[in-house]
């Protein structure tokens, strides 16, 4: 492999050209330059898009609400998520999902918050279940100036792991007996590891602060945009059967139908 180096005296003439190259600190800098040029394109135009996307979204909003069981079904149909959604009772508990939405923060887009609008159902009170990620600034973005795009340097230099903070959300629980996460909680790996030996109810996802799984991200960049390609099964690999799965709940829980339409052979890329 080909590494890039300042440049130095001495250099071996005889050496193979291809291993090394030599690179001032003026070329350095107009190659990092370059690199910001490219990374404030991208977010200008990924704002731009989502602009685009706000009023397609809106629509699919009004149309997959008369669909019965569209989010639950579009959801399930990820293979990370639904490998966190094992539990019948938390399949029965996702039935009641209406509607999922993303509100993107008006300072960095790049952060949201997921909302989960539920029917009336045995578990919650609660009509709306959210998950924030929230955008914590830093210092120098009280003095930034923003471009003609509306671009500054602080967004260029971005860190979803130093900038972002996932927020814990109350679910208002009807009963101990329907309190999902107390009957599913997230045990700790023994051996102090970032991710949990056992992640429990989904619902999990909601009241721990900290997003050890990544479905936030997994749910705004990848189910929400497709939601009706996974919803018809042609996205998101391998069919995931409800009847193929063992379930881990032991009570009595009220048999629902989360059988999605017949999967589609994936399309060619």
Same mark, same amino acid.
């Given at each position: 492999m080909s590494s890039v180096k300042r440049a130095s005296s001495g250099a071996d003439e005889d050496k193979n050209p291809l291993v090394s190259v030599e690179l001032t600190d003026e070329d350095a800098q107009k190659l990092q330059d370059v690199r910001r040029d490219i990374l404030r394109t991208d977010l200008v135009l990924e704002r731009r898009a989502q602009e685009k996307f706000r009023p397609v979204y809106e629509k699919r909003r009004a149309v997959v609400k008369?669909?019965?069981? %569209?989010? &639950?079904?579009?959801?399930?149909?990820? @293979?990370? %998520? @639904?490998?966190? @959604?094992?539990?019948?009772? $938390? #399949?029965?508990?996702?039935?009641?999902?209406e509607d999922v939405w993303i509100t993107r923060d008006p300072v960095e887009p790049r952060c949201f918050t997921l909302e989960f609008y539920f029917k009336e159902n045995p578990y919650f009170t609660n009509s709306v279940l959210k998950k924030e990620y929230k955008y914590i600034p830093p210092p120098a973005a009280s003095t930034d100036k923003a471009d003609e795009d509306g671009i500054t340097e602080t967004m260029l230099d971005f860190s979803w792991e130093r900038d972002v903070e996932a927020q814990a959300f109350k679910i208002d629980w009807k009963s101990d007996a329907k309190n999902l996460v107390k009957m599913y909680p997230r045990a700790a790996d023994e051996d102090e590891d970032d991710l949990p030996s056992e992640s429990g109810s989904i619902f999990n996802f909601f009241t721990v602060a900290k997003d050890t799984f990544d479905l936030g991200v997994i749910i705004a960049n990848e189910i929400f945009p497709e939601a009706v390609d996974y919803f018809l099964g042609d996205a998101g690999g391998d069919e995931? $059967?409800? $009847?193929? !799965?063992?379930? !881990?709940? $032991?009570?009595?829980?009220? !048999?629902?139908?989360? !059988? *999605? &339409?017949? &999967? *589609?052979? &994936?399309? #060619? *890329?």
């Open positions: 008369g669909i019965p069981k %569209f989010w &639950p079904v579009a959801l399930m149909n990820h @293979a990370l %998520f @639904a490998l966190h @959604a094992v539990h019948n009772a $938390d #399949q029965v508990a996702l039935s009641y999902l995931l $059967d409800s $009847d193929d !799965e063992d379930s !881990e709940d $032991d009570d009595e829980e009220e !048999e629902i139908d989360l !059988e *999605k &339409p017949r &999967p *589609k052979k &994936p399309r #060619q *890329k």
